[in-house]
């Protein structure tokens, strides 16, 4: 049985943006971060093809 070569840490990964998201909301306001998220909302909506 050969060992599976991990490519991708999902875990890491996960963590690394966690943390990312929160050294940015840290100095936000309430309100701020409201409006943070109805924007990348925005930005990132994935619209199916017809």
Same mark, same amino acid.
């Given at each position: ?19 990312? =998201?929160?050294?940015? =909301? ?15 909302? =925005? ?8």
């Amino acid at each position: 049985m050969k060992a599976k070569v991990k490519k991708f840490d999902s875990v890491k990964y996960m963590r690394e943006q966690r943390e990312k =998201l929160s050294e940015k =909301l840290a100095n936000m306001t309430k309100e701020e971060i409201v409006a943070y998220f109805k924007r990348k909302r =925005l930005e990132n909506t994935v619209k199916p093809s017809a």
